[in-house]
């Protein structure tokens, strides 16, 4: 439930500007989480969002520019291995599938990885489409994928 709330968060800040832990934890109770205003605190914290200037002297949540390598490589193991059931292959496309609800924030995680053999992810809400390179990384991408989730 941690996760998908926690995804849920990030799809709420990059879907429109919020300003406080009230507006977001309200927001949250409309997606049918039951939270407190603590349980949203610790959410912010964990994720490490930030506050960013949104015009005329006002801020709202966002991710830092850019997280420590060994914090999004942690966030990703844990997103794989709460939240994907299966993956498979064919010519230079991946297919993962996901519990409902967390496969943009799986897509996130791998782009937020930044692999060369990766050109993108597309994310639906059970099912992560990534697309690579050439055919011949497909099995060394899988492998990592497999790693992520052991």
């Known amino acids: ?9 990030l799809e709420l800040i990059n879907a429109q ?3 406080t832990q009230e507006e977001l934890a309200e927001l949250l109770k409309k997606s049918g989480f039951e939270v407190t205003q603590a349980t949203v605190s610790r959410d912010i914290k964990e994720l490490r969002l930030i506050k960013v200037p949104s015009g005329q002297d ?18 990703l193991r844990r997103i794989f291995r709460e939240s994907v059931f299966s993956m498979d292959s064919s010519e230079n496309l991946i297919v993962i599938k996901s519990l409902p609800g967390s496969a943009q924030a799986v897509g996130s995680a791998i782009d937020s990885l930044d692999w060369e053999d990766i050109i993108g992810t597309v994310a639906g809400d059970d099912t992560i489409l990534v697309v690579i390179k050439r055919k011949e990384k497909v099995a060394e ?8 989730m052991g």
């Open 58 to 75: 006002r801020y709202c949540y966002a991710l830092p520019p850019e997280l420590p390598k060994g914090t999004i490589e942690s966030r």
């Open 17 to 19: 500007p919020i300003e």
């Open 141 to 148: 991408v899988l492998k990592g994928f497999e790693q992520l």
């Open 1 to 9: 439930m941690k996760v998908r709330r926690q995804m849920k968060i």
